[in-house]
Structures are given as structure tokens and as C-alpha cells.
């Protein structure tokens, strides 16, 4: 079982989407300065918003093993099996055009799923009718390359059989 983490790029780049998206809260706080309460409230969102992204960018990563493929992303962790994967296409991340692990949602198991309660909401993958990509160069600079990609030809060597063909 090997893990991979996001590389330097990417997080660095995450900390700058956080960063923008706190940034919203600032205006509210310079225009309600004199009423603390909305003061801690903003300030609390700001925080939040923060410290989400921080544990984010820590944590995020891709565990490989014989079994298959663990993506443990913001909010859960995804679990493919990989005979269930079904090829390598590109997808889109923050505005960048990455290679991506392409899966059948139907195939994707959630191992753990961060919501306030599981029994309150509906699957989260239930109504979504798209397939679902992992991306790979957030986690290698040039995965085919690395480990990373001995490891994926290792053990599903189909998804570049079926780029030969194509």
C-alpha cells in the first residue's frame, strides 16, 4: 500500500483558491465593524473557510494497493476496485486540464463520508450521472513517469492497453 499526496504546485495553488474564497468575508467585516456579533460571525466563517482548505491541502491524497484505488478527497473517501476503472481521459480541476482516472459512479464506493449525518442526507453520488475522475497530476509532475505510474501499469495494466488502441 503506497500513498501519494498533493505535490507543491497544488497546494499551493489550493491555498490561493482558500485564500480567495475568505476573502469574500472582508467586506462584511470593514461594513459591520460597529456590531461585534456580525463581526464574530464573519470572522468565524473566515477562520472556517481557512482552516478547511488548510486540512485540506494536508490531507488529500491517493492510496494504491493490489485491491485498488483509494482517493480520500474533501468530504470522503472514495474506494475503486481496479477492474472498475475505465480509462484515462482528461478532466477539468480549478481551471486546469488534468489526466484523470475515469469511473463508473455506479462502480465508486464511498468508504467514508464527512456529512453531519449520514441517516440526514441522501447518498451523495445517488442522482449523479456523470462519471467520476481522479485526478492523477495533482499528485506526481509527471505521473506516467513515477511511481505513481508504475504502480497504476502494475496494477491495471487494461487503461494503457486501451490507449494503444485508440
Request: aromatic share 18%; glycine share 4%; with cysteine.
Amino acid at each position: 500500500m503506497q500513498k501519494f499526496y498533493l505535490i507543491s504546485r497544488y497546494k499551493i495553488l489550493y491555498s490561493l483558491i482558500g485564500a480567495l474564497s475568505s476573502i469574500v468575508f472582508v467586506p462584511f467585516l470593514y461594513l459591520f465593524w460597529k456590531a461585534p456579533v456580525f463581526n464574530i460571525f464573519f470572522l468565524s466563517m473566515f477562520l472556517f473557510i481557512t482552516i478547511r482548505f488548510s486540512y485540506w491541502i494536508t490531507n488529500e491524497k491517493i492510496i494504491i494497493s493490489s485491491n485498488g484505488l483509494e482517493y480520500d478527497t474533501p468530504g470522503m473517501i472514495l474506494e475503486v476496485k481496479w477492474k472498475d476503472i475505465d480509462k484515462i481521459s482528461h478532466c477539468w480541476r480549478f481551471l486546469i486540464r488534468q489526466e484523470c482516472l475515469s469511473v463508473d459512479q455506479g462502480q465508486v464506493k464511498i468508504k467514508e463520508w464527512h456529512a453531519f449525518s449520514a441517516n440526514t442526507y441522501s447518498h451523495p453520488l445517488e442522482n449523479y450521472l456523470q462519471n467520476i475522475a481522479i485526478p492523477l497530476n495533482s499528485f506526481s509532475e509527471n505521473w506516467r513517469d513515477s511511481e505513481l505510474g508504475q504502480q497504476i501499469k502494475q496494477y491495471a495494466p487494461h487503461l494503457f492497453e486501451k490507449e494503444k488502441s485508440a
